[in-house]
C-alpha cells in the first residue's frame, strides 16, 4: 500500500490519483492539466461528464469587454481581457449496448489516473460496469507535446471484460460549452457567454475541422481532428460537422477480451492577423505531420524532451517523499506553462484554469523567470520577448498617465492594462521594475548579448525613464517616489514603498550601466550622457524610510506608526482577509498580505546589512498573513537566509502543497504558477542561498534539520552545474561546459573538472520569529 497525501499517492516521478471521488474533479482537472504553454487542456474526463470546469485554452486568444465600472475616471481602462474556453477537442464519449459510460452511474470498480513527469503524459485505467451488467475496460494516456507546438493526441481503448459488446464511440469538436457562474470570489474569471462565432465547419473522412472567431477582439481561431482507428472487425463510420459541434461515430462490435483503439490528433492555431482559410491550413499541416510522426515517436519526442529538461533541472531531496514529490510536480507544471509561449505570456494560473481570467502579473518574472532562467533559458527569452512586443501599449500606457518610457500593466493578456480596481492595478508600478529584474538575471546567467541589443537594453531604457519621471526630488534632495502600492495589497497608494524603490533603483543602474558599455545601443536609443547621470542620481538618492526607534526599515513611509491588525481577535475562518475585510479598514493598519520588504531583502541584497535582514524579517514576520500564495516561497528563501532554517522548511513545505492541498481553496480554478516556481525558488535560492549578480551567481547553503541532502542543478551561461548539500559541506560539480567562478559563503572559486567541496559555516539557531495568531505555517497531516 503506497503512502499517500490528499488521495494522490507518493511516487518520485508521478502523481497519481486513485479510486472515484467526483468530489476532487474540480481540482484534479487543474492539477492533472496538460499543457506546452501554446495548449492547455484542463484534466477531465474524457466522456465529458461529469466535469467541473471545461477548459481549453490556447495562449493569448481572449476577448474583451466592456469593462463594468461603478464609477469610471480618467486613465480606467476601458475593456476587460478574458482567456476564452476554445474548442473542446478532448471530448470521447463511449456507448456500450446503448448505455453512455458515465461515472455517476454504474459502478466503477477500478479508477486510477497518473500524471507522469517523464514521459509527458496523463494516463488512466477505469473498470466500468454499465448499469444493466456490462462490463469494460477503459484505457488512456493524453499528451500536448512540447515538440510539435500546435499538436495534442489523446489515445483512448476500450476492452469488453465479459461479453461481446456493441460499442459507439463519439469523437468531439464542442464550441462554446457552457460553463458554471462563479461566486464572489475576486480571483474567479468572468464568465463569457458563447464567445465563438462560427467561420467554418468541414470534414473530410476521419477529419473534422471548425474555425471561430471572436466578436470584439477579433482574433480567429481553428481546431481539427483525424484519427486512427484499431478494431477487428470494420466500424460503421459517420462524420459530421455544424457550426459547434463536429463528430465522428463508430459503431462496431468488438468481441470479449479485444480491443478497440482510437487514437485521436487535434491541432489548434489562432492569429490576430491570418485569415481563416490560413488557420485551416496550419492546422490541416499540423495534423498531416502529427499522423505522419505517429503516437510511437511522438511518445518519444516527448519523453527525450523531458530528460534533457529533468536533466538540466531536476532537483532531489533525501528525507522527505513527499516533497520530492511536490518539487518535480512543481518543475513539471512551471516548464509546461512556459515550454512554447514563444512571445505570449505566461499567465498566473499558466493554462490549467481560468483564474484570474488568464492574465499574466509580475509573478512571471519575479517567480517563474528566475526559475526558466536557470533550466530553460529559451523560454525565459520567449516570455521577456512578450514583454518587449508589448513596450507600444505600455508607453501609450505612461503617456496617458502623463509619465515618460513605459508603464507596463499590472494584469494583461493582451499588454494592455486589464485590472479595474487601480489601487491594486495600476497603482502596483513595481511590476515595471519586477521586468527589468529578470532582465538583468537573464542577462547575467546567459550573457545572451543578441537578447540585449534586441529587446533588452530597450526595456530597460523605458522602464528606467518612467521611474525618473514618477519619482521627485524632495527639498532634502532625496528621490521619492509617492502613492504607489508594493507587493502587499493590503497597504494602497503608500509612499516610498521600499521594495519599489529598491528595485527602480537597480533598474536604473541597469540602464545606466547598459548604456554606459553599449554606447551603440543608447544611442539608438536616444539616450545621452545627461540621461544617464539623472538615473544614477535618482538611484543614490532613493529613499529608504528607516524607523530608528524600532531599528527596522519601513515597508513605506509611516508604515510602522499604522495601528497593528487585531489578529488575535481574528477568526481563522476569517482569512483572505481580503474577502471578510473592507479595503478601507486593511489599508490602515499593519497587516501585510505578502512579502513585500522580505522580497525586497532577497531581490536587491545588498541594500540590507546582515543585521537589517534579521531584524526586518522577524518584524515582517508578525504581520504577514499570506493570503497571497506567492508569499510562502519569498518568506522561505528569507528565513534561511538569515537562519530560521526549520520555519524556512515549513514555508517551502506550504509553497509546494498549496496545490496539491489546495491550501487556498481555489485550485478548481487553476495551479497557483508562482507558488509552484517558488518550490524551486525556495530550494535554490532557500537552502542552496543562491544570488544571482552581475560577475557570476554564489551560494551560501544551509540545510534545515528535515533534510539530509539537497541536490539542485542549474544552467550558468554555457555550463551545467550540480550543487549537492549536507548537513555540513557542500559539493560543486561542473557537469558540462566551460569552467565558472562561484562563491560560496562569501568566498569566490573556480569549479572546473573536479568536483570542489567546501565545508558550511557553523550557525547558531535563532529563537523562532513571532507570527500572526492564527496564521501559523501549512501542517501536513
Ligand atoms: C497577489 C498578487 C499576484 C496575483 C496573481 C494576488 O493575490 O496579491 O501579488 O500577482 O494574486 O497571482
Redesign the pocket.
Known amino acids: 500500500m503506497s503512502a499517500h497525501s490528499q488521495g494522490f499517492e507518493i511516487d518520485d516521478w508521478q502523481l497519481r490519483w486513485r479510486g472515484l471521488d467526483l468530489t476532487a474533479l474540480p481540482r484534479t482537472e487543474s492539477i492533472f492539466a496538460l499543457s506546452n504553454g501554446h495548449i492547455g487542456l484542463r484534466g477531465g474526463l474524457e466522456e465529458g461528464e461529469p466535469v467541473d470546469t471545461p477548459g481549453t485554452y490556447l495562449n493569448g486568444f481572449y476577448e474583451k469587454r466592456q469593462f463594468p465600472h461603478a464609477e469610471s475616471g480618467y486613465g480606467y481602462p476601458e475593456h476587460a481581457q478574458s482567456l476564452v474556453n476554445v474548442t473542446n477537442g478532448k471530448i470521447i464519449r463511449l456507448f456500450v449496448e446503448d448505455e453512455p459510460v458515465d461515472v455517476r452511474y454504474g459502478e466503477t470498480a477500478e479508477h486510477d489516473r497518473v500524471l507522469d513527469f517523464r514521459s509527458g503524459t496523463l494516463r488512466r485505467n477505469t473498470v466500468w460496469t454499465s448499469p444493466t451488467g456490462r462490463r469494460v475496460r477503459i484505457r488512456s494516456e493524453r499528451l500536448v507535446s512540447f515538440t510539435e507546438r500546435a499538436l495534442a493526441v489523446i489515445r483512448y481503448e476500450v476492452e469488453p471484460l465479459d461479453d461481446d459488446l456493441d460499442l459507439v464511440l463519439q469523437s468531439d469538436l464542442l464550441t462554446n460549452e457552457p460553463i458554471a457562474a462563479p461566486g464572489r470570489d475576486p480571483?474567479l474569471a468572468a464568465v463569457l457567454e458563447r464567445p465563438l462565432i462560427a467561420d467554418l465547419a468541414v470534414t473530410r473522412n476521419y477529419s473534422a475541422l471548425l474555425a471561430h472567431h471572436t466578436a470584439a477582439s477579433g482574433l480567429r481561431m481553428a481546431a481539427g481532428m483525424d484519427h486512427e482507428l484499431e478494431a477487428h472487425r470494420t466500424p460503421r463510420c459517420d462524420i459530421h460537422a455544424e457550426d459547434d459541434l463536429a463528430r465522428l461515430t463508430l459503431a462496431v462490435d468488438v468481441a470479449k477480451g479485444d480491443r478497440l483503439r482510437l487514437t485521436k490528433y487535434l491541432g489548434y492555431g489562432w492569429s490576430s492577423q491570418r485569415s481563416t482559410p490560413a488557420l485551416r491550413a496550419q492546422v490541416d499541416a499540423a495534423l498531416a505531420a502529427g499522423m505522419e510522426t505517429g503516437w510511437d515517436e511522438l511518445l518519444e519526442r516527448q519523453r527525450a524532451y523531458l530528460d534533457k529538461f529533468w536533466a538540466n533541472a531536476d532537483i532531489e531531496i533525501d528525507g522527505d517523499p513527499e516533497m520530492q514529490q511536490a518539487i518535480r510536480f512543481a518543475l513539471f507544471h512551471v516548464l509546461q506553462a512556459g515550454a512554447r509561449g514563444e512571445t505570449r505570456a505566461i499567465p498566473?494560473k499558466g493554462l490549467t484554469g481560468p483564474g484570474?481570467d488568464g492574465h499574466s502579473?509580475?509573478?512571471t518574472e519575479i517567480f517563474v523567470l528566475p526559475v526558466l532562467t536557470h533550466t530553460m533559458p529559451m523560454a525565459a527569452r520567449d516570455a521577456l520577448r512578450w514583454r518587449h512586443s508589448t513596450l507600444d501599449q505600455a508607453r501609450r500606457r505612461a503617456h496617458e498617465l502623463r509619465q515618460s518610457g513605459a508603464m507596463f500593466p499590472w494584469r494583461s493578456i493582451n499588454g494592455e492594462e486589464g485590472s479595474g480596481y487601480w489601487p491594486a492595478g495600476t497603482a502596483a508600478v513595481h511590476v515595471s521594475a519586477d521586468i527589468a529584474h529578470a532582465t538583468v538575471r537573464y542577462l547575467a546567467a546567459t550573457g545572451d548579448e543578441h537578447f540585449e541589443t534586441e529587446a533588452g537594453a530597450e526595456l530597460l531604457v523605458e522602464t528606467a525613464r518612467m521611474w525618473a519621471s514618477l519619482g521627485h526630488h524632495d527639498s532634502n534632495a532625496t528621490f521619492r517616489i509617492d502613492g504607489v502600492t508594493g507587493?502587499d495589497?493590503y497597504s494602497a497608494l503608500a509612499d516610498n514603498n521600499i521594495y519599489t524603490n529598491v528595485m527602480a533603483r537597480q533598474n536604473m543602474r541597469e540602464a545606466a550601466e547598459t548604456c554606459s558599455r553599449r554606447t551603440d545601443l543608447a544611442e539608438r536609443l536616444g539616450v545621452g550622457a545627461d540621461e544617464i547621470a539623472r538615473w544614477r542620481e535618482c538611484a543614490e538618492e532613493m529613499a529608504m524610510p528607516y524607523n530608528e526607534e524600532l531599528r527596522v526599515h519601513e515597508q513605506s513611509e509611516g508604515f510602522t506608526r499604522h495601528a497593528r491588525w487585531d489578529f488575535e481577535a481574528t477568526p481563522a475562518d476569517h482569512y483572505p482577509l481580503l474577502l471578510h475585510y473592507p479595503y478601507f479598514d486593511l489599508y490602515r493598519r499593519q497587516v501585510v498580505?505578502?512579502a513585500d520588504l522580505t522580497l525586497a531583502m532577497y531581490l536587491c541584497p545588498d541594500e540590507f546589512t546582515d543585521e537589517q535582514k534579521v531584524r526586518n524579517f522577524e518584524y515582517y514576520e508578525g504581520l504577514t498573513v499570506r493570503?497571497?500564495?506567492?508569499s510562502a516561497s519569498a518568506q522561505a528563501i528569507m528565513a534561511a537566509e538569515v537562519g530560521h532554517l526549520d520555519l524556512a522548511y515549513d514555508y517551502f513545505v506550504e509553497a509546494g502543497l498549496t496545490d496539491l492541498h489546495d491550501l487556498h481553496d481555489n485550485v478548481a480554478g487553476g495551479l497557483?504558477i508562482?507558488s509552484l516556481a517558488g518550490t524551486w525558488l525556495s530550494c535554490v535560492a532557500g537552502f542552496g542561498g543562491m544570488r544571482v549578480h552581475r560577475d557570476g551567481a554564489t551560494f551560501a547553503p544551509r540545510l534545515p534539520a528535515a533534510l539530509d541532502k539537497l541536490t539542485f542543478r542549474i544552467l550558468w551561461r554555457e555550463s551545467r552545474i550540480a550543487v549537492e548539500v549536507t548537513a555540513d559541506k557542500a559539493t560543486y560539480r561542473l557537469l558540462a561546459g566551460d569552467p565558472v567562478t562561484l562563491g560560496h559563503h562569501g568566498h569566490r572559486f573556480t569549479l572546473a573538472d573536479d568536483p570542489v567541496v567546501r565545508e558550511i559555516p557553523e550557525h547558531t539557531p535563532l529563537t523562532p520569529p513571532r507570527i500572526p495568531a492564527g496564521r501559523p505555517p501549512y501542517r501536513r497531516g
Open positions: 480571483r498566473a484570474y502579473f509580475w509573478d507587493p495589497e498580505k505578502q493570503d497571497s500564495s506567492l497557483h508562482a
